[in-house]
């Protein structure tokens, strides 16, 4: 661990953002990591914008994603988790960011500015 903030209600600052209240927690801890490195991030904090802002700073970006913090969902066709089998995936790609979904018992949806399905682009 490098650096963390303790979450104290609304009173606490991480900074200005207009990317929302988990991107700026992101961003604001990420201050203290040398370029190139790799932050990993729950569904909490991840968004697309976050991920293209990592990538602005020279950051690699990962973490899971809700289904809802994806812009263009609607033009973004993920197979129905039904019509996926166990350990099936399937890859959006829009540079820099790379979705995503992956089947397990249920499904699992990735944001990332530096891996994807096969080759990490690191």
Same mark, same amino acid.
């Given at each position: 661990?490098? /650096?963390?903030?303790?979450?104290?209600?609304?009173?606490?600052?991480?900074?200005?953002?207009?990317?929302?209240?988990?991107?700026?927690?992101?961003?604001?801890?990420?201050?203290?990591?040398?370029?190139g490195? +790799?932050?990993?991030?729950?569904?909490?904090?991840?968004?697309?914008?976050?991920?293209?802002?990592?990538?602005?700073?020279?950051?690699?970006?990962?973490?899971?994603?809700?289904?809802?913090?994806?812009? /263009?969902?609607?033009?973004?066709?993920?197979?129905? /988790?039904?019509?996926m089998?166990?350990?099936? +995936?399937?890859?959006f790609? +829009?540079?820099?960011?790379?979705?995503?979904?992956?089947?397990?018992?249920?499904?699992?949806?990735?944001?990332?500015? +530096?891996?994807?399905?096969?080759?990490?682009?690191?």
């Amino acid at each position: 661990m490098l /650096d963390f903030a303790i979450y104290e209600g609304a009173k606490t600052m991480f900074g200005e953002s207009n990317l929302g209240l988990g991107p700026s927690v992101i961003l604001s801890l990420a201050k203290s990591i040398p370029p190139g490195s +790799c932050v990993y991030h729950d569904r909490y904090f991840t968004t697309v914008p976050l991920i293209e802002e990592m990538e602005k700073l020279n950051l690699h970006s990962k973490g899971t994603i809700m289904q809802n913090r994806i812009p /263009d969902r609607a033009t973004i066709k993920f197979k129905k /988790d039904s019509a996926m089998r166990r350990g099936e +995936c399937q890859q959006f790609v +829009c540079e820099p960011t790379v979705l995503v979904k992956w089947k397990d018992n249920k499904s699992v949806l990735l944001a990332s500015n +530096c891996t994807g399905l096969v080759t990490p682009r690191l």
